[in-house]
């Protein structure tokens, strides 16, 4: 059975960096992309950061500049690095894997349970 179990997430104060961790297990043939989503207290979730399996990486707008994403391909993990925090990053964070478990098999949609993140003004 596959799983996303991501950690990482806690309490810190505006404009610290934290990093939060996304590690996939089961048994998985290939990850094509890991992504980063969000979910504030009454908003929708929303994309942040997705990184493809030739390591190429894109963000969403409002945090451009202040996250990168990267992944240990071996470990099958992917990382949020959150530097210059803001109170509006406050959010539950999930991780998401698009991947095969088998050479034929379709893509499928994984989401890790998420991590909450709370930061403080």
């Known amino acids: 059975q596959v799983q996303l179990v991501e950690s990482g997430g806690g309490l810190v104060q505006a404009g610290e960096s934290l990093r939060l961790s996304c590690a996939a297990s089961g048994s998985i043939y290939r990850i094509n992309a890991m992504a980063w989503y969000r979910q504030a207290p009454g908003k929708q979730r929303e994309w942040v950061a997705v990184?493809?399996?030739?390591?190429?990486?894109n963000y969403a707008a409002s945090v451009k500049g202040r996250f990168t994403i990267s992944r240990d391909n071996a470990k099958k993990t992917v990382y949020l690095q959150m530097s210059s925090l803001k109170p509006e990053d406050t959010a539950v964070y999930y991780c998401?894997?698009?991947?095969?478990?088998?050479?034929?098999?379709?893509?499928?949609?994984?989401w890790g349970q998420g991590t909450q993140f709370t930061v403080s003004s």
């Open positions: 990184i493809i399996s030739d390591g190429s990486t």
């Open positions: 998401h894997a698009d991947m095969k478990l088998s050479y034929s098999s379709p893509d499928y949609n994984y």
